[in-house]
């Protein structure tokens, strides 16, 4: 199994370009999300999944969308880069426990520049 | 939102001291997981506790969920270089939401 799987590892963007991070996993989780890790924030919630076709936002949904058409697949999509999303952005997948995101698999992450 | 607050921020020791980081919050919490991030790494599970009260040992780390389901710490004995890193905690809100705690960075001088 690959795990959780991100591309790209890094990306350079304008402000005003958009562009999708990917992110993979072939465990078969019902449990999807997206973090954004900045220096002294910690890891902050972006976008999460229950399982397919159900997104909800996160604590910093501002300025990014996803969508959650397959159970494997879960794109974080920037409309319109600004540099305060310079960041590390990580996807997670979990199995649900009584509902609710038990252990969390991290991927390796994205370093975005925004300049 | 429901959040966690986690002192200290830093820690720097000397191998072989002990270090213990906290995790606090306003509200009961549903259960609590842990995390280690290796510096340049991705976060990696450690534990989940969900019993009030609860206590639970991985080697030299200790794990303890409060009576009141309102604060949790996670200690390490005689600490190690490999242990260095950022220990997060992170709580289940409603709905699926997992909200991270602000991290405390362990550092050790060999």
């Known amino acids: 199994n690959a795990g959780v799987t991100q591309t790209p590892k890094f990306q350079v963007l304008k402000t005003g370009q958009s562009m999708t991070l990917q992110c993979a996993q072939d465990?078969?989780?019902?449990?999807m999300s997206w973090y954004r890790q900045d220096p002294g924030m910690g890891l902050r919630l972006i976008h999460y999944s229950v399982g397919a076709g159900i997104t909800d936002q996160g604590e910093v949904p501002n300025g990014y969308n996803v969508s959650r058409s397959t159970t494997e697949d879960f794109p974080l999509r920037l409309l319109s880069a600004a540099p305060s999303q310079t960041s590390v952005y990580f996807c997670?997948?979990?199995?649900?426990?009584?509902?609710?995101?038990?252990?969390?698999?991290f991927g390796p992450g994205t370093r975005l520049t925004v300049t | 939102g429901q959040q966690v607050m986690q002192i200290p921020q830093y820690q720097h020791v000397q191998e072989g001291e002990d270090f213990t980081t906290y995790c606090n919050s306003s509200?009961?919490?549903?259960?609590i997981q842990w995390y280690k991030q290796r510096p340049g790494g991705h976060p990696v599970f450690l534990i989940q506790l969900v019993k009030s009260g609860e206590v639970k040992k991985q080697k030299r780390l200790t794990f303890q969920f409060g009576e009141a389901k309102k604060n949790s710490s996670l200690h390490i004995t005689a600490t190690q270089t490999t242990d260095v890193g950022t220990y997060f905690c992170?709580?289940?809100?409603?709905?699926?939401?997992?909200?991270f705690g602000q991290g405390t960075e362990l550092s050790v001088k060999p």
């Open positions: 509200t009961t919490l549903s259960n």
């Open positions: 465990m078969n989780h019902e449990y």
């Open positions: 997670a997948s979990s199995p649900l426990l009584r509902r609710t995101p038990y252990e969390q698999y």
């Open positions: 992170a709580r289940n809100n409603q709905g699926g939401k997992l909200i």
